[in-house]
């Protein structure tokens, strides 16, 4: 069976990540949807909200197959976890030109570490390519409306 980790920071999941999941699933049997629990970071969720969110948007929202997915939480090294879920491949997101130059250098380091382990850049469909956590956080903060960004569930956290 072909695995693969999907890491980000989902905060919150938006079309776009889900987007990607969906194409990964097409190439792979599991994947692992890894929640990253980066001290460096300043999260709008915490770590069991963003895990809770991906799991009610992928499963309750969505209806996915549980059997393929697997939601977690991790704060350590995304080859370590490569290795713990015997994952061959590292699923990693592309909006935009401006996205390659970092994840380039990630992907290089990555593979420095396990040259094992291949980065699979994947894009999302067009209309969700411009969709980032960060947008669809800000618009829900001014009053927006985000339905076009994330699933029911994502809204109603955003909201609450």
Known sequence: MSSAVYPGT??????GHIDVIKKSLKIFDRLIVAATDNSDKNYYFSIE???DIINNSLF?????DKKKIKVI???SLTIDLCRKYNASAIIRGLRA???FEYEFQLAGMNKKLNSKIETMFLMSDVE???ISSK???EIANLG???DRFVTKSTVKMLKN
Do not use: A, C, M
Not at 10 to 15: L, N
Not at 60 to 64: E, F, N, Q, V, Y
């Open 49 to 51: 909200e963003r895990v």
């Open 144 to 146: 927006g409306n985000i």
């Open 135 to 137: 947008f669809v956080k």
């Open 73 to 75: 939480s991790f704060s």
């Open 10 to 15: 989902f905060d919150p999941i938006t079309y």
């Open 128 to 130: 969700n390519q411009i």
């Open 97 to 99: 030109v401006s996205d």
């Open 60 to 64: 309750k929202d969505l209806k996915l």
